[in-house]
């Protein structure tokens, strides 16, 4: 078995994807002989061609539309959003067409698609490199929302994904394409979509989190069990549809729940997990849901460090609620 | 190069042709009359009619072969039914209803049939263009002989989608063509405050696309236009076909036009109408008598007053259907509110059976 690096782990399914299936094609911005801004899609039209591995004029809208437009008509388009930060103009042919196609038609048409984009902060990109915009698309019906946090997940969640009959958002937390190293099977496999992953057991504080937030929150774990505190971290890994009963189980484990993400915390997704605990399960609380989040800010650039939850503030929060 | 005969009729004689138009501009005239009364008596919720569009629509698709695909910006509904619709779905859309194609999801007026390559459309301006183009990129990848026709409005052409389908169509070559109808008015918006182009045809110099303006009321003009449109998609050269005519009716039931435009000018169009011009021509050249039109129309309204009889008679809508399709299979979470709404259902006495809850 290999060790890739997370982009490599994304490079991989997407090779795997397109071996398999002439229908699989891959596009977006500089994607082509480039291979990407981050490299995701190196190699891609060396071995499959400029039919089906190209670059498209600056248009995230177009880029989107026109996958809509494949996916009716036979093939599995991967469209790549340079950046989540430039999604916008497509967030109608997203919102309005791709995730309403199959309800909207009676299931006479469907839209099979992935778009795949880079998130989250951690590189000093500022405003427009470093945004995380999981809430606007979590609240799309007809949408799945999916973020990894490993080598392997990316691969088989990616692959998962293009398996998938209805359209998928695929967010990759940017700060982590290279930082993490995992070790990933060669060829085909696949880990289903809507099901969490447990990065830690434990029976003291149950911690939610996602994407780039994954690797924080173990840290943060670690240094709570040299406290004596043993944190229960779980993956959410597809945001939409989520398992929301294992949500609920995870956090009757321990009582105590922290909630990390990156993004803004007003309408974020943590309030989402909130407020599912607070109705299934809020006599199994025994300390008040505790959210650990980016600020109700633009995204800063020279503090982004301070804007983003590191493994301190998730301590303390962990911390707050243990000892409540 | 293919031939480029119509769906309905394999080779047509000019005078069968010429009779086959008349009837399928006839056919939305008579459908757009019964459905505006239909809406009036409070039977169907809305309607938006192509008084006046029906050389544009049935022209503009005639070039249209079955396998060919019409990516819908609005009022093409008449060239569905050309193509091979079936009235009852046309009507069942216009209910609503649970013999809808589209399960009652859409509103009236919002047309879809897979069978003769109509995909669904959105209420959004102008997203289609793009999606037409993706489409037409398809069939060229998989080597499928297909063209699409791509349809949108006047006031489509100040949207995303246009500049972006366009765009993209032209650097990709593929097999599509753009019909604006441009009938004067995006709603109260006339052309004139839409852009400043001399022509909308002007537009697609910019994209590097051959663009074509034609007088949208008389068909014969139309059908030669679209047949040279849809000969240059064949060769993956698109193209883009302005359509000059004018929305006879308010933009739909729910618009009043006479707040925003001139009367004088509905009637300056009303003397240049696309049927009448049409039926004059043939009665000329001897091709129908003068009995053929009322004849025609009759029987059209013939067929479509059944149809209506039989639509007001449709079973009531499933309540599961409130959860279906949004996803291939329904999600947890959905049956999950679904369950939680029929119980109150039930215990209320508002369910019927079959609607029952789905296993968690």
Redesign the interface.
């Known amino acids: 078995m290999a060790t890739l690096t997370l982009i490599q782990a994304v490079n991989d399914a997407l090779k795997t994807a397109m071996r398999t299936d002439p229908?699989v094609?891959v596009f977006g911005e500089d994607v082509g002989p480039k291979g990407g801004v981050f490299l995701a899609t190196d190699g891609l039209t060396k071995e499959f061609g400029e039919?089906?591995c190209f670059d498209?004029?600056l248009?995230e809208?177009?880029i989107v539309?026109?996958?809509?437009?494949?996916?009716?008509?036979?093939?599995k388009?991967i469209a790549e959003i340079q950046f989540q930060d430039f999604i916008f103009?497509a967030f109608?042919?997203i919102v309005?067409?791709a995730a309403?196609?199959?309800?909207?038609?009676?299931?006479?048409?469907?839209c099979p698609l992935v778009i795949r984009t880079p998130y989250g902060g951690g590189i000093r990109g500022g405003l427009y490199h470093s945004q995380s915009g999981e809430a606007y698309f979590c609240h799309t019906?007809?949408l799945?929302v999916v973020i990894p946090s490993t080598p392997y997940d990316a691969k088989g969640l990616l692959l998962a994904s293009i398996d998938d009959?209805?359209p998928v958002l695929f967010l990759e937390p940017k700060a982590l394409y290279r930082s993490v190293k995992g070790e990933v099977p060669e060829g085909r496999y696949t880990v289903d979509l809507?099901t969490l992953r447990t990065a830690r057991e434990g029976t003291g504080v149950t911690v939610f989190c996602y994407g780039a937030m994954v690797p924080v929150c173990l840290r943060a774990a670690e240094q709570a069990a040299a406290k004596g505190i043993e944190c229960h971290v779980v993956d959410l890994r597809t945001l939409l549809?989520?398992d929301?009963?294992g949500v609920i189980d995870a956090a009757k484990r321990t009582g105590r729940v922290v909630v990390v993400h990156e993004a803004p915390r007003f309408c974020g997704f943590g309030g989402e997990i909130s407020a599912i605990l607070a109705e299934n399960c809020i006599e199994w609380m025994e300390a008040p849901i505790v959210r650990v989040t980016g600020f109700d800010t633009p995204f800063p650039n020279t503090l982004e460090h301070h804007y983003m939850p590191d493994d301190r503030r998730v301590l303390d929060a962990v911390e707050h609620v243990w000892n409540y | 190069m293919a031939s480029t005969r119509t769906s309905a009729q394999p080779k047509l004689t000019k005078a069968q042709e010429a009779q086959a138009l008349l009837r399928h501009m006839l056919t939305i005239r008579v459908l757009d009359e019964r459905m505006l009364k239909l809406q009036r008596a409070g039977r169907v919720g809305f309607a938006g009619s192509a008084t006046g569009l029906e050389a544009s629509i049935i022209g503009s698709a005639w070039a249209l072969r079955p396998q060919d695909w019409l990516w819908s910006g609005l009022r093409e509904g008449g060239a569905a039914v050309m193509r091979g619709m079936p009235l009852a779905d046309y009507i069942a859309q216009m209910y609503c209803n649970s013999n809808d194609s589209a399960k009652g999801r859409q509103m009236c007026n919002h047309f879809q049939h897979k069978g003769t390559n109509y995909p669904s459309w959105s209420s959004v301006i102008g997203t289609q263009i793009v999606h037409g183009v993706g489409a037409a990129y398809a069939a060229k990848l998989r080597g499928v002989d297909e063209v699409h026709a791509i349809y949108g409005g006047d006031g489509s052409t100040s949207s995303n989608g246009f500049h972006s389908g366009l765009n993209f169509a032209g650097v990709w070559k593929v097999p599509c063509y753009f019909v604006i109808i441009d009938n004067g008015w995006a709603i109260s918006v006339c052309s004139r405050n839409q852009t400043a182009a001399k022509s909308y045809a002007d537009k697609a110099a910019a994209y590097g696309l051959p663009g074509f303006e034609v007088d949208g009321n008389d068909v014969t003009a139309v059908v030669a236009a679209s047949r040279k449109c849809h000969a240059l998609a064949l060769k993956h050269q698109p193209s883009l076909l302005v359509l000059k005519s004018y929305r006879m009716m308010g933009h739909s039931s729910s618009d009043d036009p006479t707040k925003y435009r001139d009367e004088k000018e509905v009637a300056a169009w009303q003397k240049r109408d696309p049927i009448n011009a049409f039926e004059k021509k043939l009665l000329a050249a001897k091709l129908i008598d003068k009995k053929h039109r009322a004849k025609a129309e009759a029987e059209i309204a013939a067929m479509i007053d059944a149809e209506i009889h039989h639509q007001e008679a449709a079973p009531k809508m499933a309540l599961k259907t409130l959860v279906e399709d949004v996803y291939a299979e329904v999600p947890r979470h959905l049956r999950r509110q679904y369950n939680s709404f029929i119980a109150v259902a039930e215990r209320l006495g508002h369910a019927t059976p079959g609607d029952g809850a789905f296993p968690l």
Not at chain 1, 65 to 75: F, H, K, P, Q, S
């Open positions: 229908n094609l039919k089906r498209t004029p248009s809208d177009g539309g026109a996958a809509i437009g494949m996916a009716t008509n036979g093939l388009p103009p109608d042919q309005s067409e309403k196609l199959r309800y909207r038609s009676g299931g006479q048409y469907t019906p007809g799945k009959p209805d809507s549809p989520l929301e009963e």
